[in-house]
């Protein structure tokens, strides 16, 4: 069984501040992709980053950073100076590198606000 | 390019009617998606295509169809609508790049659908 995990419902931080929202997941698969979305209060999903389970070189874009450890099945996401246009509800994602393996299992989300 | 976009952007139903979804891309992506957003639940997947004239079952079909005449459109049908269809529906397509079936899924901005 497939299962995304994003304990925290709702974060709320003041402009400029650092905040990291978790993600853990679970699969038996040994290769699989994650994901992270953002869902910004005008409703679309925006694809933030992909990563393969066997690259496990952190990243960063900007103020954004991922840090992705598969000895504990995390894959978290770091925003650095947040600013109120980084509130969102984001979502991280699941899915195995299978052929036929379609389905993006999703965390449950977590609110971000960013407070002025 | 427009990506993907989904109409109507919002509909009210009375229990027992019907409707269709449909979403279109213009990126020649081969496979498509219908997901449904509900609170605290992150997306389900409902049914998906790899490609035209092929559908298959995802994490949540029941009360929908599905069907993919073009490449480029799939649509999201209720026969009759109940009101634990009320969700934001979300479509999204992706391709297939190589055989390590790498593909990311790129949303619409969904439609709010409320059944009464």
């Known amino acids: 069984a497939q299962k995304v995990t994003q304990a925290q419902t709702e974060i709320s931080v003041v402009e400029k501040e650092d905040v990291t929202l978790d993600c853990v997941y679970e699969?038996?698969?040994?290769?699989?992709?994650l994901f992270w979305y953002k869902q910004p209060p005008s409703g679309e999903l925006v694809f933030l980053i992909r990563r393969n389970s066997f690259d496990e070189q952190n990243e960063i874009s900007g103020r954004y950073s991922w840090n992705f450890q598969k000895s504990t099945s995390s894959f978290n996401f770091t925003i650095t100076a947040s600013q109120v246009v980084d509130s969102a509800v984001y979502f991280c994602?699941?899915?195995?590198?299978?052929?036929?393996?379609?389905?993006?299992?999703f965390g449950q989300g977590t609110r971000l606000t960013i407070n002025p | 390019n427009a990506g993907v976009t989904q109409t109507p952007k919002f509909r009210v139903l009375k229990t027992g009617q019907s409707m269709t979804l449909l979403c279109a891309q213009d990126m020649n992506h081969e496979y498509m998606y219908w997901y449904r957003q509900d609170p605290g639940m992150g997306l389900r997947l409902i049914h998906y295509?790899?490609?035209?004239?092929?559908?298959a079952k995802g994490e949540v079909p029941d009360g929908y169809n599905v069907s993919r005449l073009k490449k480029q459109n799939f649509l999201l049908g209720l026969e009759s609508a109940a009101p634990s269809q009320t969700s934001v529906y979300f479509c999204?397509?992706?391709?297939?790049?190589?055989?390590?079936?790498?593909?990311?899924?790129?949303f619409g901005p969904g439609t709010r659908l409320l059944v009464l």
């Open positions: 699969t038996r698969d040994t290769t699989y992709y």
């Open positions: 994602a699941l899915r195995p590198i299978i052929q036929g393996a379609q389905k993006l299992v």
């Open positions: 295509s790899v490609g035209e004239g092929t559908t």
């Open positions: 999204a397509s992706s391709e297939i790049l190589g055989q390590t079936y790498q593909e990311t899924q790129y």
